[in-house]
């Protein structure tokens, strides 16, 4: 029987990358199920996350910083070493770029937003009319490690690792987010014209209503269903954790 195909996205700041890859059981058992074909981006900036400050990666952040812990190390990473420590994924396409700090609002970074639609939009490269559709996208990040059974996707669905109600509001985890090919087109956009789409998800009615309580996961699911999508994502039954330097 002919396998379905499956787009593996990776994109965000390089972390971890070839221990990810170790500890990771989910790609290989994708590889196994899917004819899997690699896009990546990745910017060159690397913020290195911590035993000492991974309490503010999944608590709360301090007001002072709004994003970023105290004393957070960002460090310059090199195009030549992020391309070595992926080519362990054998990309169909990967690009690095230097981090463009006017993606950023206030102190929010939006650039992980931007990496996974570049490495996305990657898929069709110049020509959006003949771009290669793939049955199913899995949409990544470098140091997520997971173990467990794979998710069996269905039409008009996405799934992610964990749905919550936090502060009575809707959450579907950002680690990755996987499903059928059409429900990631909006990315493409938010490759193509990152500025405007920065705006157009300040101006979002769910995320305006959310007013200070808006994380990243939330941006996330306005970015890919146009509000909370509550109806959309379905939570897998994959154990998964977030390496750390």
Request: with cysteine; glycine share 6%.
């Amino acid at each position: 029987m002919k396998k379905k195909t499956l787009a593996y996205i990776i994109g965000g700041e390089a972390r971890l990358v070839a221990e990810t890859f170790r500890q990771d059981e989910i790609y290989q058992q994708l590889c196994e199920k899917y004819k899997v074909h690699t896009y990546i981006h990745s910017w060159t900036q690397l913020g290195r996350w911590t035993k000492a400050n991974e309490k503010y990666r999944f608590g709360t952040r301090p007001e002072t910083s709004k994003f970023y812990p105290p004393d957070f190390e960002i460090v310059k990473n090199y195009r030549e070493v992020i391309m070595e420590e992926y080519s362990i994924y054998n990309p169909r396409f990967i690009e690095v770029e230097d981090y463009d700090t006017s993606f950023n609002v206030d102190n929010f970074p939006c650039g992980q937003y931007i990496s996974r639609a570049k490495a996305f939009r990657s898929i069709a490269g110049f020509n959006l009319k003949n771009a290669e559709e793939y049955d199913y996208v899995w949409l990544g990040r470098s140091d997520a490690a997971g173990k467990g059974q794979l998710p069996n996707f269905q039409k008009g669905k996405i799934h992610c690792p964990e749905i919550s109600f936090d502060d009575n509001i809707f959450r579907a985890e950002d680690w990755y987010y996987a499903g059928p090919y059409d429900m990631f087109k909006n990315l493409v956009v938010w490759a193509d014209d990152p500025i405007t789409s920065i705006q157009s998800i300040i101006n979002n009615p769910w995320i305006m209503e959310l007013g200070d309580r808006v994380k990243n996961t939330h941006v996330w699911q306005a970015i890919l269903t146009g509000d909370a999508g509550e109806n959309i994502f379905l939570r897998d039954e994959i154990k998964w954790k977030l390496l750390t330097y």
